[in-house]
């Protein structure tokens, strides 16, 4: 989109799984934007870790939502 000079603003909300060893799961786009940002946001998220989530000190599945904002302005400094 950027090379093509054809970007917008907005958001990209997925919803995913994070199992217990921090890696996604099932991730899909639960309010798109646009196919490109769509596709382009779970293949993104689907690289990320986290800290598993602990319950009672054991690592635990859970399930989330994940907002993907994509800008054309550029950020503060």
């Given at each position: ?11 990209v ?57 994509y ?7």
């Amino acid at each position: 989109a950027k090379a093509k000079k054809d970007t917008i603003n907005g958001t990209v909300e997925l919803s995913l799984t994070i199992d217990k060893f921090g890696i996604p799961h099932d991730v899909k786009v639960a309010k798109g934007l646009r196919a490109d940002y769509d596709q382009s946001a779970v293949e993104s998220v689907r690289q990320w870790r986290w800290q598993p989530y602990l319950v009672n000190g054991n690592p635990t599945e859970v399930k989330d939502k994940i907002n993907v904002i994509y800008s054309t302005e550029k950020p503060l400094q």
